[in-house]
């Protein structure tokens, strides 16, 4: 069962924002002081405009005029200049603030219970770091800053017009109804349409990545037309969710063009009346008309990049929103004991939907377990209820009477360990693949340790041959591992970590079935003593186990060894007679 990760709130954004900018202060004084100075300079046009007009009007002296006119062109310049510095600062500003936060997502992704992650769906997680990171880092570094210049530029015009002409000034009064209705209408609700858009985006992103990661099953299943439907379905979504939001901005983008006219309208209106009665001059009312206009500027960049920055919103929910969430105090002693105990055990993945039915089972140390099953019968979710990675919704599960769940994941890493048939091989060398467990000793794993890990998974003869042996470079754009090499490499991490009870949820299915059991075999000697929890796909991993455990329907129908049960002719025997 899919969930979706969390979102973080609006007030948990701002809070994220007021923080970022304390802790860069200085960086965000200075971005700060040169759009005030770029905003500063600016005002200074229109009013030598105006003055050029009183002095062309009035009859002024030719060099009075060039003065004037060469001041304007000097105060285009430097605004120009001060503009694209604060810029510049804004964009560098921009860059420390996302590396630091992409770092902290890392962080923080890395941090979430594995359990989150698999309910959540690697896609939702993925979309996350990939197209919400770099719609934040756009905003941060364009949007953001151009949004400042404008703000700040609209409202030292203003305050310009007033000191120049109060009177002509209320002619902006005008705009003041139609803006105010409109944003207020706009954002009611642009936020949840943000919200469910990139919710939509994610999902298609998740679709796309488990139909291209899971192609091969699909295809051996006859569902390849199933998922091209599916994906389908979640493009229209997609879609559907960018018409919502542009049907909102095309109602909302008209009214504000309106709204910054009108004032244009107004002041004409309102110039020629006060020019007539003698209450301001044309150098007065070219000033006031210039200032006027200058907004229209800064005004249409704002529109123009609120998009984004609405966008940047709703993708700063999401990628806050991955942190790892407070959990009650863990245990860090270690265990006594190594037998597992399962009392009564319930888990579902939602609250109307039980998929396991109350197991009881009981594991003493270095017993070999088999669990096998119809698929969907339980099995690999009672394996990740074994190795704590989800907690039972009623019941206990108990290793050496220490319930699993409440295990630090450092200890409980060192007690039971799960091996699934999902591997990753990372990009970095052979040796850095290896030696990501930690030794127990300190310090870093010999090349004899890590040569003998590789033995043990049926690895070495593979691993000699490479070019540069343990250094050689692996994963994306390196040298490629085939998958049933990546599954070797696992194994070999798992000898190099020695957890006393190993679970292997069909951790050899990419394997071909001779290579599994030369794998299994040699796997013996290296778990000799060991509690070993075996998700059987190819039964005669079970034959070989000292008991096997039938899970059909979320609970445990058969228990005992494997001649038994074939003995008793029940659903075991049958499914071994059904894979003969």
Do not use: C
């Not at 099953?373 to 019941?395: D, H, M, N, W």
């Not at 467990?437 to 794993?445: F, I, L, Q, T, V």
């Not at 890590?450 to 691993?463: I, Q, R, V």
């Amino acid at each position: 069962m899919t969930t979706r990760l969390p979102l973080a709130s609006r007030r948990e954004v701002r809070q994220w924002a007021r923080r970022t900018a304390a802790e860069h202060r200085r960086e965000f004084s200075v971005m700060l002081g040169l759009f005030f100075l770029a905003t500063l300079i600016g005002l200074a046009g229109p009013q030598l405009l105006g003055l050029l007009v009183d002095g062309v009007v009035g009859h002024g002296t030719t060099l009075r005029v060039d003065l004037l006119a060469v001041a304007f062109v000097v105060v285009l310049v430097l605004q120009s200049w001060a503009k694209k510095a604060a810029r510049l600062r804004g964009r560098v500003f921009g860059e420390r603030v996302l590396a630091e936060n992409r770092e902290r997502f890392v962080k923080n992704a890395l941090d979430l219970p594995l359990g989150t992650v698999e309910a959540a769906g690697t896609g939702d997680l993925l979309s996350r770091a990939t197209s919400d990171v770099s719609r934040l880092d756009h905003a941060v570094r364009f949007a953001a800053p151009e949004i400042l210049i404008a703000t700040v530029t609209v409202l030292l015009t203003t305050i310009a017009m007033i000191v120049t002409s109060p009177l002509l000034a209320l002619a902006l009064l005008v705009a003041v109804p139609l803006l105010v209705s409109v944003n207020v209408w706009y954002q009611r609700r642009i936020p949840k349409a943000f919200a469910w858009m990139l919710d939509r985006w994610g999902d298609l992103q998740s679709v796309t990545h488990e139909t291209v990661e899971g192609a091969r099953t699909a295809e051996a299943l006859s569902l390849t037309e199933r998922r091209l439907r599916t994906g389908h379905h979640a493009l229209d979504q997609a879609v559907l969710g960018e018409r919502r939001m542009r049907s909102y901005q095309l109602r909302w983008l008209p009214s504000l063009e309106i709204s910054y006219v009108l004032p244009i309208a107004a002041l004409l209106l309102l110039g020629l009346l006060a020019y007539q009665q003698g209450w301001a001059g044309l150098g007065t009312i070219t000033t006031m008309l210039a200032y006027a206009q200058a907004m229209t500027t800064p005004l249409n960049e704002a529109l123009f990049w609120l998009e984004d920055l609405q966008v940047a919103m709703a993708a700063a929910r999401r990628i806050l929103g991955v942190r790892p969430s407070e959990t009650t105090e863990k245990v860090t002693d270690v265990p006594r004991g190594r037998d597992i105990e399962v009392r009564d055990v319930r888990f579902g993945y939602t609250a109307d939907r039980e998929v396991l039915h109350g197991i009881d089972l009981s594991v003493p140390r270095g017993e070999r377990l088999a669990i096998v099953g119809p698929s969907g019968a339980g099995k690999s979710t009672l394996g990740r209820l074994l190795a704590g990675i989800s907690a039972p919704t009623a019941g206990s599960i108990q290793v050496g009477g220490t319930e699993v769940s409440t295990l630090a994941d450092d200890v409980l890493r060192g007690e039971v360990l799960l091996l699934t048939q999902e591997h990753h091989t990372f990009s970095g060398t052979l040796r850095e693949n290896l030696a990501l467990p930690a030794r127990r000793e300190g310090g870093d794993w010999t090349d004899e340790e890590l040569n003998a890990a590789l033995a043990s998974a049926g690895a070495a003869e593979w691993a000699a041959g490479l070019p540069d042996g343990l250094d050689t470079k692996l994963g994306s754009g390196a040298y490629a591992v085939p998958a049933g090499l990546a599954q070797q490499l696992a194994l070999a991490r798992v000898v190099l970590a020695d957890p006393h009870t190993l679970v292997l949820d069909e951790a050899t299915s990419l394997l071909d079935t001779g290579s599994a059991r030369e794998l299994e075999r040699s796997l013996n000697a290296v778990l000799e003593g060991r509690t070993v929890i075996a998700i059987a796909h190819r039964l005669h991993t079970a034959a070989a186990a000292d008991r096997v455990a039938v899970v059909e329907g979320g609970r445990i129908t058969e228990l005992g060894p494997h001649e038994d049960l074939i003995a008793a002719g029940g659903p075991y025997s049958r499914l071994v007679a059904a894979a003969s």
